[in-house]
């Protein structure tokens, strides 16, 4: 079993929306990069502390950000949205960014047939 990966992608219950320059505010900074087997994914590139401090990774590569998401897919049961091409994946996050981003709900859910209970600290 994967360890518990330490960070966390925004939940609108405890966290407020982030500075992103020039006076705007968000909820999330998605990335599309693709998972390792092949499939594009939608993955956030800033992440939050216990404490909820941001995290901002939007600089790392394409390959650190799948595999963050992967690991936090590992340790939380949850799973990111996949697409089978580059263009479905960037026409997603598109249309979550422009109707309210996290606000609207998380980015991961809870894969079909993924019974495992989650255990919070």
Do not use: C, H
């Not at 929306?17 to 990335?31: F, H, N, S």
């Not at 993955?43 to 939050?48: H, N």
């Amino acid at each position: 079993m994967a360890g518990k990966f330490q960070l966390r992608p925004f939940d609108p219950s405890v966290d407020a929306a982030v500075d992103a320059g020039g006076g705007e505010r968000m909820t999330e900074r998605t990335r599309t990069v693709r998972d390792a087997s092949g499939r594009w994914m939608v993955a956030p590139s800033i992440y939050f502390t216990k404490g909820g401090d941001p995290v901002d990774f939007s600089e790392e590569s394409d390959d650190l950000i799948a595999q963050m998401a992967a690991q936090y897919e590992a340790s939380s049961g949850l799973r990111f949205p996949r697409f089978p091409n580059e263009e479905s994946a960037s026409s997603y996050a598109r249309r979550r960014s422009s109707t309210g981003g996290a606000e609207q709900g998380a980015l991961a859910k809870r894969s079909p047939g993924n019974r495992r209970l989650l255990m919070r600290d």
